[in-house]
């Protein structure tokens, strides 16, 4: 006890809270994943769909959704202590960048659970007129309406039809199964920015599934290959600003290749 508090004495706070993250990914015994050599066929413990595994989180989710939204409102910061992770920081960077000389931002978070990043967002720029949007599977949009009002709920990808100063993936392009052609479609609606955040991602391998446990629930999600990644968005008229290294992944059981987790900040060369 006595070295662990002389190491929280000397390290930053932020960098100590780094570190409880990768020590989070790299211990968290409560997850389990697998390599699933089906593919996006591999059939799920009980018949049970992809989106049963989100959905079983949802009153967890709600919980600290509200806790965040309660700090913000009493002006305190939104996160606090582990809760911070190298993608929270990582999105404060790129909205920084994505608002730069405007009074307004449009931002769409794909797979945003319910709305935390709006708040995020409110705290880290209070004076900017945020419209923030969010697609979400049915359930989870529905609860999102209850608590956060103030975010536009979508559950189809009619939201990418309009263009957005920002678009976001944060912990969840994995889950898409037709992930390069909602890749391309968010290239197209990113007016400013796109930003990949938090991807298993291999090197050397082409994409491949596995399996996620958490508890009694099962899904599935990609690794993908970084390169065919970056060339997705590229081909659809973005450029690589930035390449984020976001720390180690959950090893994966008879992986062909052990991911890592990886970020990108794409950004249009001229704004529309």
């Avoid at 006890?1 to 780094?18: C, D, E, G, Y």
């Avoid at 967890?60 to 202590?81: F, N, Q, S, W, Y």
């Avoid at 690794?223 to 060339?231: A, F, H, I, P, Y």
Wanted: aromatic fraction near 10%; proline fraction near 7%.
């Amino acid at each position: 006890m006595r070295s662990k508090a002389f190491l929280k004495s000397i390290v930053p706070p932020m960098l100590w809270n780094v570190g409880r993250d990768l020590k989070r990914r790299l211990l968290r015994s409560d997850d389990e994943y697998a390599y699933a050599p089906g593919g996006w066929d591999t059939p799920l413990p009980g018949g049970v769909r992809n989106e049963d595994y989100w959905n079983a989180f949802i009153a967890h989710d709600r919980t600290a959704c509200e806790a965040m939204m309660a700090r913000v409102k009493r002006g305190e910061p939104p996160l606090i202590g582990a809760e911070y992770e190298l993608k929270h920081m990582t999105f404060a960077y790129v909205l920084a960048i994505s608002a730069d000389g405007k009074e307004r931002v449009t931002l769409l978070d794909y797979g945003g659970s319910l709305g935390d990043y709006f708040w995020h967002a409110k705290a880290l720029l209070p004076r900017i007129d945020l419209e923030y949007h969010c697609k979400e599977l049915p359930a989870i949009a529905e609860v999102g309406r209850q608590i956060n009002p103030a975010v536009t709920w979508h559950t189809d990808d009619s939201c990418l039809r309009p263009a957005y100063d920002l678009v976001m993936f944060s912990s969840s392009l994995e889950y898409v199964k037709e992930w390069k052609d909602v890749l391309r479609r968010a290239a197209d609606a990113a007016r400013r920015c796109l930003l990949l955040s938090d991807v298993p991602t291999v090197r050397h391998v082409p994409p491949f599934v596995a399996t996620e446990r958490r508890g009694r629930v099962t899904n599935l999600h990609w690794q993908l290959n970084g390169s065919e990644v970056v060339d997705t968005v590229e081909a659809a008229g973005l450029r690589l600003h930035r390449e984020f290294a976001m720390g180690p992944y959950p090893r994966i059981s008879n992986a062909p290749e052990q991911p890592a987790s990886v970020g990108w900040l794409f950004r249009r060369e001229t704004s529309p």
